[in-house]
């Protein structure tokens, strides 16, 4: 894989660039790996305790002043039965760094409503070189009612991009 590069600070109109100011050129900002996860296994909660999805990748980042753009569709979203809704979140190791979506299937009490899926996209600064798991989480946000993530075998999935700075 290529070896992440920073771009110059500054250019002027008209000048003339070095051959290594070009390489810098060439490397800056790149995608330099990808990685991904994905699952269509069917999971429910009745709880507000979170629970994993299922849908867990993990990426090495090649420099600690590498970005990870995290891409997240989670699909198969239902709740079943009474008042409450769904509620997911994006986690990096334990740090929750974004939420997906709250309040998803809200509707009136005892009634089954289903949504399609939701997704988020984080650009992240994990700032390590060691091995980093990005997973999501979701819960009933009543804590006494039936969510489903990946109903009937929808699939969800995770994307993560490492991008040069």
């Known amino acids: 894989m290529a070896t992440p590069t920073n771009l ?49 990748a993990t990426i090495t980042p090649q420099s600690a002043t590498s ?31 974004g939420r997906i979506g709250t309040q998803i299937c809200a509707t009136g009490s005892g009634a089954v409503n289903g949504v399609g899926g939701n997704g988020i996209m984080v650009l992240d600064e994990p700032a390590t070189t060691s091995a980093t798991t990005y997973k999501t989480q979701f819960f009933s946000y009543a804590n006494n009612a039936t969510v489903v993530v990946q109903h009937d075998g929808a699939r969800s999935t995770i994307i993560l991009m490492e991008i040069s700075a």
């Open 67 to 97: 970005k990870v753009l995290v891409c997240v569709e989670q699909n198969g979203l239902l709740k079943i039965t009474n008042d409450t809704s769904l509620t997911i979140n994006l986690f990096r190791g334990a740090t929750n760094i």
């Open 8 to 56: 110059p600070a500054a250019f002027t109109v008209g000048q003339i660039l070095t051959s290594t100011q070009q390489n810098n050129m060439r490397g800056a900002f790149r995608v330099l790996q990808v990685v991904y996860g994905t699952t269509n296994t069917q999971l429910t909660s009745a709880s507000n305790t979170p629970v994993d999805t299922g849908i867990t």
